[in-house]
């Protein structure tokens, strides 16, 4: 029950309407039973610096940012952590008596399910495609697994050479940037193959960013992982499974970020399974 004690989280993002966060952070917040809600707060651009002067004014806890802040925060935070400055974005922002700080928690939700495999990262030879923000926090994570190479795949030269700019001082691991005619020869011996594209999305759903031809020539055993969670499975990922690849979907990197994120607010363990539960209702999955 939302009382006069309540305290307040949210995302902030233009939209919001789509975003599955509220469902998950209000199912783990009615599990634990504290008093706290979380709200979908759509902010404009233009009106960023006012939403936080209000967010400070009225005593917020913390918030999720979305498409198009993630950047934009930055300069309203006093402290921003070592992850998200590494990444270039912040995903998270928790209120401290120093004012507003802030991390990226994509990196720990993008990594959770593949740690949880034995798989040798330093054979590993790790292909992403697309080269936005999501790309960022995935390389981020590919270079915390020890990959032995990453090679991101674009279409646009200009933002490939800004991202092996960023990357030349994020990460150490060898990174390559291609079009994407290189792909024929960047699928074969590639152990991890990373979707950050919206190309399966709705309403593109019978797309995949890989032909069916190249997937063929997967190695046995190679991880296809999709950033997109609806629709599941993506027809990528399909694909990749009818060709012998471990698949991947963007729902546990989802739930996970999630987690993460409700951590730094409730300074407590956050209940996983029922954020995952709750999602998996929410889309159907269940
Ligand atoms: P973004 O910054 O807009 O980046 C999207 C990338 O995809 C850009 O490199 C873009 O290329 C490329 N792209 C878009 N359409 C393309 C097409 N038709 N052909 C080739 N390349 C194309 O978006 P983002 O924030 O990185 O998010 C990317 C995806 O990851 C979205 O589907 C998002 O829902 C998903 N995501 C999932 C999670 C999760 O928790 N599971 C978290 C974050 C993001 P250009 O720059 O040349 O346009």
């Given amino acids: 029950m939302i009382t006069g004690k309540t305290k307040l989280l949210g995302v902030i993002g233009h939209p919001v309407s789509h975003s599955l966060s509220p469902v998950m952070h209000n199912a783990a917040i009615a599990h634990l039973g504290v008093d706290f809600v979380y ?17 400070t004014a009225i005593g917020l806890e913390g918030f999720n940012i979305t498409i198009p802040h993630k950047q934009a925060i930055m300069p309203f935070l006093t402290e921003i952590s070592p992850i998200a400055k590494a990444v270039g974005a ?66 646009d030269r200009a933002k ?28 074969p011996p590639a152990g991890l193959v990373v979707n950050t594209t919206p190309i399966g999305m709705h309403p593109h759903v019978n797309q995949s960013p890989v032909e069916l031809s190249l997937l ?22 399909q694909q990749a499974v009818q060709c012998g690849a471990i698949a991947i ?22 209940p996983v399974a029922i954020m995952r539960r709750s999602l998996q209702q929410h889309l159907n999955l269940a």
């Fill in 39 to 55: 709200l979908p707060l759509p902010v404009q651009s233009k009106d960023l610096a006012k939403a936080i002067a209000g967010f």
């Fill in 90 to 155: 912040v995903n998270t922002v928790w209120r401290t008596e120093q004012g507003w700080k802030g991390t990226n928690t994509d990196m720990i939700g993008f990594l959770a399910p593949l740690k949880q495999r034995d798989q040798p990262w330093t054979e590993t030879d790790a292909v992403i495609l697309g080269n936005g923000g999501a790309a960022r926090a995935v390389v981020a994570g590919c270079a915390e697994l020890g990959c032995r190479s990453i090679r991101v795949v674009g279409r």
């Fill in 160 to 187: 490939l050479a800004a991202f092996q700019y960023w990357a030349n001082s994020a990460v150490t691991t060898p990174l390559y940037t291609h079009e994407w005619s290189d792909l024929a020869t960047l699928i």
């Fill in 216 to 237: 063929k020539t997967l190695q046995p055993g190679a991880i296809a992982y999709d950033l997109i969670y609806v629709p599941q499975p993506t027809l990528f990922l």
């Fill in 249 to 270: 979907d963007g729902l546990e990197m989802l739930v996970q970020q999630g987690a993460a994120a409700l951590e730094i607010w409730l300074q407590q363990p956050a």
